[in-house]
């Protein structure tokens, strides 16, 4: 890799998941192809070729999670599952060429702002270059978190997390807990319930699950998006737009919840006959607060003799004995930490440093903000693809990736405008009061008032993570650069910065 030493680009992306991969056809479309995209893995997909677990599927229907400017009249489900999203992935790689860009195996171990020479010095595991701008698309949801309990290290069995899953060891026969019911749990749990001798599941906090409608794609609506491709259009438009309806409970009415919290206890209640394993499984805070899951199967795999719920966390293992909180014990072969990511305490942050010699996580100590969820102050020409207050509670992220790919590329269409070497910085003040606004908006929503405590909020309790609108109100935000928004910086006319281009 000794040849990528000493280079300079236009543009460096990191991660090559839908973010860093709709960034880089963006960018071919805006005539920029002196751009590399690097990533830390041997291939594409990000979440997609990471979560492999037993069960991973998309909670959000295929038409809708794609790119708009790639749609795929052939999804073979309604819902897919992850091998079709990574290989839709690897296919979009393809067909837009974006494989001459992509360095594999390059891990980007800091980013350092040169303020003399307005570019940013990148180190990876394969070697340094430059960057005039960075677009950084290292994933909400891509660095596993596995909680510190104490005796985990002498545990004699298994142990891995849901994204990161070994598929060399055999579960058949094998007492299994598994840690955690949130999105990843739920869909692990029923496809491993008929292999286990024993599953003992531990939940914390239950979430609220509604049925999950997934049928195959019929060949004749396959065809028939294949002929009309307006079809798929509209199929994708009527997604979306139920969506955005439903999105003002979240965000405005929480209290119109109540109904469909009856429907979700009915779901319940079809499954699950034993009232001591009901009550165990109903939430005590509003549906929406924490992420609404989608699943047929979680509820009749939880009824069956050999799965054991502790309604309580785990908090100690002696040898291969699982102590939960509540004091009740289960012995175990194997454990699988379906526990999150680490999401308000993003990894990048700690490697990069910004105009001031402080990392984006020294900045961010009180709680990650960013100008229109993309640049942080005293981070000039760097940007974060579905960065603070950009998440969703019930549509596709794809929508808000493809918001913030519109602001990069006019970030980068603006920097060509100003011709020579110049550089925009977020203003403090415009990143309080783009921060101001979101954060009163979220006041009122479900996430912020419905009683519950999730991985939506940072540490102080603020919820950095999710976008309290609808996804045209951010595509509106994010459509131009204001320019009043941003400090911009030119080479100190004394200095000897010098540019290989
Ligand atoms: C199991 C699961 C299910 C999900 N289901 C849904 C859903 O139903 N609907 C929905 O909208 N969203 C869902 N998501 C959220 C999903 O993360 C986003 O929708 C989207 O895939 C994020 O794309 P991304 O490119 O931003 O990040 P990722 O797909 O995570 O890609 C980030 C890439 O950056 C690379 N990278 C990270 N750090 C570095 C580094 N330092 N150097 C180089 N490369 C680096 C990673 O290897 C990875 O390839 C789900 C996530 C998970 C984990």
């Keep these: 890799m000794a040849e990528h030493e000493h280079e300079h680009v236009r543009v460096a992306v990191v991660g090559s998941g839908f973010g860093g991969l709709g960034a880089a056809v963006r960018l071919r479309r805006e005539g920029v192809t002196d751009f590399v995209v690097l990533e830390r893995a041997d291939s594409v997909g990000g979440t997609w070729r990471d979560n492999s677990y037993p069960g991973c599927a998309c909670d959000v229907p295929s038409h809708l999670y794609s790119f708009s400017f790639a749609p795929n009249p052939d999804w073979p489900r309604t819902f897919s599952g992850q091998e079709h999203i990574r290989a839709y992935l690897e296919h979009v790689t393809d067909v837009f060429r974006l494989r001459p860009h992509i360095r594999f195996n390059s891990e980007v171990k800091k980013m350092t702002w040169d303020g003399e020479k307005l570019r940013w010095d990148i180190e990876t595991t394969s070697g340094s270059l430059s960057a005039d701008v960075v677009v950084s698309a290292t994933g909400p949801l891509s660095d596993p978190k596995i909680p510190d309990i104490p005796g985990l290290d002498s545990f004699p069995g298994k142990v891995f997390h849901s994204a990161r899953w070994d598929h060399d060891y055999d579960l058949r026969g094998k007492r299994v807990a598994m840690v955690g019911t949130g999105a990843s749990a739920i869909q692990i749990v029923p496809v491993i319930q008929p292999v286990a001798q024993k599953v003992t599941l531990f939940q914390r906090t239950p979430p609220w699950v509604m049925p999950r409608v997934d049928r195959a794609i019929s060949g004749a609506e396959r065809a028939l998006h294949r002929a009309l491709p307006f079809t798929t259009q509209a199929r994708r438009g009527l997604l979306w737009g139920l969506r955005e309806l439903q999105v003002q409970a979240f965000t405005k009415h929480p209290n ?186 979220m006041k009122r929503t479900v996430w912020n008032t419905g009683g519950c405590t999730s991985w939506y909020l940072d540490a102080n309790g603020r919820n950095t993570t999710i976008w309290p609108g609808t996804t045209s109100e951010f595509r509106r935000a994010t459509r131009r650069v204001d320019l009043s928004e941003y400090e911009l910086l030119r080479v100190p006319a004394d200095s000897k910065a010098e540019v290989t281009a």
């Design 256 to 441: 119109e919840l109540g109904l469909i919290e009856k429907l979700a206890k009915q779901n319940m209640a079809r499954a699950i006959k034993d009232p001591s394993l009901r009550a165990k499984l109903t939430p005590d805070y509003r549906l929406g607060c924490k992420r609404v899951l989608l699943s047929s199967e979680y509820y009749p795999a939880l009824a069956r003799p050999n799965v054991d719920l502790v309604a309580s966390g785990l908090t100690e293992v002696r040898g291969s004995t699982l102590v939960a909180a509540d004091g009740s014990e289960a012995e175990v072969d194997a454990i699988v930490f379906g526990t999150g990511f680490h999401v308000t305490d993003m990894p990048i942050a700690d490697r990069v440093v910004g105009a001031d010699g402080r990392t984006l996580a020294e900045s961010w100590k009180g709680g990650m903000e960013a100008l229109r969820g993309a640049s942080a102050a005293g981070f000039p020409n760097w940007m974060t693809i579905i960065g603070p207050n950009t998440g969703l509670g019930n549509s596709s992220m794809i929508l808000m990736i493809e918001s913030q790919l519109n602001y990069m590329a006019d970030f980068v269409r603006q920097l060509d405008v100003l011709g020579g070497r110049a550089a925009l910085d977020a203003r403090p003040a415009a990143v309080q009061a783009w921060n101001h606004r979101v954060q009163e908006r």
